[in-house]
C-alpha cells in the first residue's frame, strides 16, 4: 500500500493540482541550490533598489474652451468669427509641438546637464548637484568618447573642470561666466547653483535643444480628465523635485502665451484687412455727400414720395447686405480656395441679391426723372455711409479683443513641488529583484528535471526490465553519515526513510525468505546511490523483526562501515578463519563483519573456494547474510559474490540512471552466473510526500533530500 501510494503520488497524472504539487515538492528537495539563488536575489535587491534615484512626479492643470468664448460673443458677429472653438485633442498635440517644447528646452535650460559620477554616494543617496546656466563643449568632444569633468573643491561654492587627462582646464564659481580656449575651440560654461561635496565629480554633457525637446516629450504624459471636458492634464517625472515644477509650469505658461498670441495673430490680420478698405469706403461716401450737395444746390430741396422714399429703404437694405457678404467672401477667400462650398454658398447669396436690386431698378424706372436722381444720390450716401459705420465699429471691436488678448486657454492649477519621490518603490523592487531570482533558481532546476533521462516511476522500470521494485526510500531528514552502530531504523524510527526500509523489509520477507534462502546480495549501478545505507538499515530492520543478521561489507577496495586497521573478511578468507573473532556484535542478533585491510587482489579471495566456505560455515549461524557489494559498473567484485548469493537487490538513485543503464546492468549480472539470480529493485533518495507516521501518528510533511 506504501509503494502504490509514494508512487502514484510521484507519476504526473491529469490533474493539474497533482502536476504542480509534484514541482513544489521537487523543488523543495532542491532547497539548497535555491537558497544560493536566495541569498543572490537578497544581495542583489538590496543593491538595485538603493542604486536606483529617486524620481519625483508633478501635473499642470489647463482648461480648454471648447464651446466658444463668452468675452467674443459680447463683441457680436466679429467676436464669433474670431472665437473658433478646438478640440481638446488639437491642443494636446499643440503642446507637445516643437514650437512649445523648444521653447521650454531653451528656457530652462534642459540641453545641459551634469551627471553625478560618483557610485559610492550614489549608493548611499548622497549625490551632489549642480545646475548649468551654460554650457558650450569645444566640437572635439561631441562625437568622441571622452568627456569633459567637472570636480568640486574644498569651497562648496567653486569647482575645476578636467580634461580627458584629468588636467584642470579652469577653476570656476557659482554665478560666474567663463570662456576659455580649450581643443581648438572655446569652451563656455556658467554653473548657475551647486550643491556637492568636495571631491565629488560631475560629467558636463551639451546636447542638441531638438534632442533635448524630444527627450521631454518622452517624459511627458498629457491625458483629457474626462471624456470632452475640455480639461487637460499634463504631468511630468524629474530627478529633483524643484526642477519637475519648474518645468511643467514655463510648459504650461509657454503654451498659454503661444495661445493668445495665435488669437491676437487673427485679429491683427482681419483688422488690418479691414483698415485697408477703410480709406477707400471713406473716399466714396465723400464722393456721394458731394454729388448730392450739388444736385441740391441746382435744384433744390425735393420732397420725397411714400413711393421714393419705399424704394430707398429697400435699395439701401439690399446694397448693405450686398456689401457685407463680399465682405464676408474677402474673409472666406483668405482661408479657403475659390471653389470651397463656404465661398460657392456666398456667391449664390450674392446673385440673389443683384437680381433682387435689378428688380428695384426696373421698378424705380416708373418714377419721375428728378425723383430718379435723387433717389440714386440718397441711395449712394445712405449704402456708403453704412458702411463706413460698420467698418469703424468692426476695427473698434477687433482693437479691443487685440489689446484684451484673450486667448481660449487658461491654467487652472499651476505644477507643484512633491514632497516625495514618486519612484521608486525601494520595497517592491527588493522584492521584485529577490522574486526574480528565486524564479529563475527554480526555473534551472526544473530545466535540469525536464531535461534529465533519469526514471522516477516504478512502473517504467517493471514494464522494460520484468523485475519488481519493491519500494522507494525518501530522502532522510538530518545528518546522513553510515553508522553501523547506530543505524537510522533504530535512531530514528518515525522517519519516513525507517518506514520505507521496514516496508522493504515486509516486501522481501514474504517474496524471498519464505523459501528458506538466506543471503541477500545488495549492489547498484554506480556510485553514491545509498546503496550501503541501504544495507544497513535494512540488515538492522530484520534484526529488529527477532532474525539474527550478519551484515557483511564487500567492498574490499574501499570499506564503508569500520577503518582498515580493524581486522575483518580480508584477514578471515586469507587465514581461513571463519569464527566470530572479527565479527562486531551491535545488538545480539545485529553483527556486522568489516571488510579489513585492504588487498592487492580482492578479486582472487573472492574467487576462491574460501569464499564459499566462508558462506558455508555462517550460514547455519544467522537467519539472514546481508552482503553490500562495490557498484556493477564500478569493479567486478560485486558479478564474484553474485555466485554465492541467493537474492540480488539492486539500488536505484531516483532520476538518476537510464532505461538502458539499468538494463545493461541486469543483463551484466545475467552473464556472470549459469543460473540467473532473482532480483528485486529498490529506488532510493526520493523526494518525500505526505503521509502519516506510524511511530508518532504525526505528518511526515513534505519529504526532502539528503
Known amino acids: 500500500m506504501n509503494e502504490k501510494m509514494t508512487q502514484n503520488v510521484s507519476n504526473k497524472s491529469d490533474n493539474d493540482e497533482i502536476d504542480i504539487l509534484e514541482i513544489l515538492v521537487y523543488l523543495k528537495g532542491k532547497w539548497k541550490f535555491l537558497l544560493i539563488f536566495l541569498i543572490l536575489g537578497v544581495l542583489f535587491g538590496g543593491l538595485v533598489s538603493m542604486w536606483l534615484r529617486p524620481s519625483f512626479r508633478s501635473d499642470v492643470l ?44 531653451q528656457d530652462e535650460r534642459l540641453c545641459y546637464s551634469a551627471v553625478p559620477l560618483n557610485k559610492r554616494d550614489r549608493l548611499l543617496h548622497k549625490e551632489g548637484r549642480m545646475d548649468l546656466e551654460l554650457l558650450s563643449i569645444p566640437r572635439a568632444f561631441e562625437d568622441a568618447k571622452e568627456t569633459l569633468v567637472a570636480r568640486v573643491t574644498a569651497d562648496s561654492s567653486a569647482y575645476e573642470v578636467l580634461g580627458p587627462e584629468g588636467e584642470v582646464v579652469l577653476s570656476g564659481t ?73 518645468i511643467l509650469n514655463t510648459i504650461a505658461n509657454t503654451y498659454l502665451k503661444q495661445n493668445i498670441e495665435m488669437r491676437s495673430a487673427e485679429a491683427k490680420k482681419t483688422l488690418a484687412f479691414l483698415e485697408e478698405q477703410l480709406p477707400g469706403v471713406k473716399a466714396k461716401l465723400d464722393s456721394a455727400e458731394q454729388k448730392l450737395t450739388s444736385f ?30 463680399e465682405q464676408k467672401k474677402q474673409e472666406a477667400l483668405r482661408l479657403f480656395r475659390a471653389e470651397h462650398p463656404t465661398v460657392r454658398t ?210 574490499l577496495r574501499r570499506g564503508h562501515f569500520f577503518k582498515h586497521t580493524q581486522k575483518g573478511l580480508c584477514e578471515m578468507l586469507e587465514k581461513e578463519n571463519y569464527t566470530d573473532e572479527y565479527v562486531v556484535k551491535v545488538t545480539d542478533t545485529f553483527h556486522v563483519l568489516g571488510s579489513g585491510a585492504r588487498v592487492v587482489n580482492p578479486g582472487g579471495l573472492l574467487n576462491s573456494s574460501r569464499f564459499s566456505a566462508f558462506l558455508d560455515s555462517f550460514r547455519d549461524k544467522y537467519d539472514l547474510i546481508v552482503l553490500d557489494t562495490p557498484p556493477v559498473f564500478q569493479c567486478s567484485d560485486a558479478l564474484l559474490v553474485e555466485k554465492h548469493a541467493d537474492y540480488l537487490l539492486c539500488v536505484l538513485k531516483h532520476a ?36 502519516y507516521g506510524y511511530g508518532s501518528y504525526g505528518y511526515y510533511g513534505y519529504h526532502k533530500k539528503y
Open 62 to 105: 489647463l482648461q480648454v474652451n471648447v464651446k466658444g468664448n463668452k468675452q467674443g460673443l459680447a463683441l457680436g458677429e466679429m467676436g464669433a468669427l474670431l472665437d473658433v472653438s478646438t478640440p481638446s485633442a488639437a491642443e494636446m498635440e499643440l503642446i507637445k509641438s516643437r514650437g512649445v517644447l523648444e521653447q521650454v528646452v
Open 174 to 246: 557659482v554665478g560666474e561666466t567663463y570662456r576659455k580656449p580649450f581643443a581648438g575651440d572655446t569652451l563656455v560654461i556658467c554653473v548657475k547653483s551647486l550643491t556637492a561635496t568636495a571631491g565629488q565629480t560631475f560629467r558636463l554633457e551639451a546636447v542638441h535643444p531638438q534632442l533635448a525637446a524630444t527627450a521631454l516629450l518622452k517624459g511627458l504624459s498629457i491625458s483629457e480628465e474626462g471624456k470632452n471636458s475640455g480639461i487637460i492634464r499634463v504631468a511630468l517625472e524629474n530627478r529633483y523635485a524643484d526642477r519637475v515644477a519648474a
Open 296 to 325: 441740391r444746390h441746382a435744384n433744390g430741396t425735393i420732397d420725397l414720395t411714400g413711393e421714393t422714399r419705399v424704394h430707398l429703404e429697400k435699395d439701401v437694405s439690399l446694397q448693405q447686405r450686398l456689401l457685407e457678404l
Open 346 to 555: 456666398i456667391e449664390e447669396q450674392q446673385a440673389k441679391l443683384r437680381r433682387e436690386i435689378a428688380k428695384q431698378q426696373r421698378s424705380a424706372a416708373s418714377l419721375p426723372v428728378l425723383q430718379q436722381e435723387v433717389l440714386s444720390l440718397q441711395e449712394e450716401v445712405e449704402v456708403n455711409n453704412r458702411l463706413y459705420t460698420n467698418l469703424l465699429n468692426n476695427i473698434q471691436q477687433l482693437r479691443v479683443v487685440q489689446a484684451g488678448e484673450v486667448g481660449n486657454v487658461r491654467i487652472v492649477d499651476q505644477a507643484y513641488v512633491p514632497l516625495k519621490p514618486a519612484k521608486p518603490n525601494r520595497k517592491l523592487v527588493f522584492l521584485g529583484v529577490l522574486a526574480a531570482f528565486l524564479l529563475l533558481g527554480c526555473f534551472i532546476v526544473y530545466i535540469r528535471r525536464l531535461f534529465s533521462n533519469g526514471v522516477c516511476s516504478s512502473s517504467e522500470v517493471e514494464q522494460a526490465t520484468g523485475v519488481g521494485v519493491y519500494g522507494k526510500l525518501p530522502m532522510l531528514d538530518g545528518r546522513t553519515q553510515n553508522d553501523v552502530t547506530k543505524p537510522c531504523v533504530s535512531t530514528n524510527p518515525d522517519d519516513p526513510f525507517a518506514e520505507g526500509i521496514r516496508a522493504l523489509r515486509t516486501a522481501l520477507e514474504f517474496s524471498v525468505f519464505s523459501d528458506g534462502k538466506k543471503v541477500l546480495m545488495v549492489s547498484g549501478l554506480i556510485q553514491g546511490v545509498g546503496k550501503s545505507f541501504v544495507s544497513t538499515n535494512l540488515a538492522a530492520s530484520f534484526a529488529m523483526s527477532g532474525k539474527k543478521v550478519l551484515l557483511v561489507d564487500m567492498d
Open 656 to 691: 538518476a540512471h537510464t532505461i538502458e543503464s539499468i538494463q545493461d546492468a541486469l543483463n551484466t549480472f545475467d552473464r556472470s552466473t549459469e543460473t540467473p539470480l532473482q532480483k528485486a529493485f529498490v529506488f532510493n533518495k526520493c523526494e518525500r510526500h505526505a503521509g
